[in-house]
């Protein structure tokens, strides 16, 4: 017996690009790592500081290189009027609406819960729970670039 008859083979051609969705869901789901990550810094009292490539043109000899400098990452998260730490999704500067009209926040019990409902967004956003509201804001932010 062929090792290759233990397989399911199919005839299937890889995706020249990623469809829209997919390409959102993958961007949101990048960003909340990053929050993530930055969260779960912040509890264990260290920094998260990631670095991104740059090119930089050196002064003295006229050439470029690229180096790697700290990627700047603002929280997500805030404390409101009422004291308690508030949690907003971010897409590019705009703030995703989370549901009804205006809900804009999900409200944390304690600063504590911050790891786990970034967790739960993350599995929102995988499982295409907030697609219609992507949708909305990326036409937003496409709308404002093209002014």
Request: glycine share 8%; with cysteine; aromatic share 4%.
């Amino acid at each position: 017996m062929s090792a290759l008859s233990n397989l399911k083979l199919i005839a299937a051609k890889k995706p020249k690009q990623l469809s829209p969705v997919a390409a959102r869901r993958g961007k949101m789901v990048k960003r909340l790592h990053e929050q993530l990550e930055l969260a779960k810094a912040k509890q264990a009292g260290t920094v998260y500081a990631p670095t991104q490539p740059r090119t930089v043109k050196d002064e003295e000899t006229g050439e470029t290189k690229t180096v790697q400098v700290p990627k700047r990452i603002k929280e997500w998260w805030f404390v409101a009027d009422n004291g308690k730490t508030c949690v907003s999704l971010r897409y590019g500067a705009k703030v995703i609406s989370l549901g009804a009209k205006g809900v804009t926040a999900v409200e944390l019990a304690t600063a504590a819960d911050l790891v786990p409902v970034l967790e739960t967004l993350r599995q929102a956003v995988l499982g295409g729970e907030l697609d219609a509201q992507l949708e909305a804001v990326s036409g937003a932010v496409k709308a404002g670039l093209k002014k």
